[in-house]
């Protein structure tokens, strides 16, 4: 069955990185886009960008170009989401989700990245 | 900032049917397959409905999908109380680049 398995929770100062992982089994890696995805608490779904695995090409959304780098490890099945310059809005629950085409098909757990002083 | 409008809640008693709406654009909706997610209380989005009306595997017919022109439409019959979540629509918007996503309905069973 197909699995994707997030790294745990994260606490930042602001204007520090985090770098969230995202870990897939039971399909071929390359084969699904990796979308992320987040969530403030109380709120609705932000879609941040995509990365292809195959080729590592991405894209973002408009409101993170510049702060957000999608990566990964095709020898690990690994993705990963770094986001610069945290402020205390980027506060929220982060999801990592493969794709087939622009349809969201399986969601990592969640990572919860709180960013406080 | 969702770029796609649903209401905020609905409500039915169990067994009866509520249905929500996901109001969009040509850029988006009206130009693209519609999905829909649930999300119960602390856990991630599930996949409901994809390309405006089917389900995937494991889905029950009670939930339904359809699309007209920048509009589309989540509906569920024989209400349950694990219906209970939040349902959001989502899309491709052209003009954007990007996957948008519904502001949420909140489903409560009465």
């Known amino acids: 069955q197909v699995q994707l398995v997030q790294s745990g929770a994260e606490v930042k100062k602001p204007g520090a990185s985090v770098k969230v992982s995202c870990k897939a089994s039971?399909?071929?890696?390359?084969?699904?886009?990796i979308n992320w995805v987040r969530q403030a608490t109380g709120q609705g779904l932000e879609w941040m960008g995509w990365?292809?695995?195959?080729?590592?090409?991405?894209g973002y959304a408009q409101k993170f170009q510049g702060r957000v780098t999608m990566t990964r490890n095709t020898s690990i099945s690994t993705a990963y989401m770094e986001l610069s310059s945290l402020r205390s809005e980027d506060t929220a629950v982060y999801y990592c989700?493969?794709?087939?085409?622009?349809?969201?098909?399986?969601w990592g757990q969640g990572t919860l990245v709180t960013v406080s002083s | 900032q969702s770029v796609l409008t649903q209401p905020p809640s609905v409500s039915a008693a169990p067994g009866q049917k509520v249905t929500i709406s996901c109001s969009g654009s040509s850029s988006n909706i009206g130009n693209n397959y519609v999905s829909w997610y649930q999300q119960l209380p602390g856990t991630a989005p599930k996949l409901l409905i994809y390309?405006?009306?089917k389900r995937p595997s494991g889905i029950p017919d009670r939930f339904s999908g359809s699309k007209s022109g920048t509009s589309a439409t989540l509906g569920i019959t024989g209400l349950q109380t694990g219906d209970e979540a939040d349902y959001y629509c989502?899309?491709?918007?052209?003009?954007?680049?990007?996957?948008?996503f519904g502001t949420g309905t909140k489903v409560t069973v009465l």
């Open positions: 989502g899309t491709w918007d052209s003009s954007l680049s990007a996957s948008v």
């Open positions: 989700a493969c794709a087939a085409g622009k349809l969201l098909i399986y």
């Open positions: 990365m292809n695995p195959n080729s590592g090409n991405t």
């Open positions: 390309e405006n009306n």
């Open positions: 039971g399909y071929t890696f390359t084969s699904y886009d």
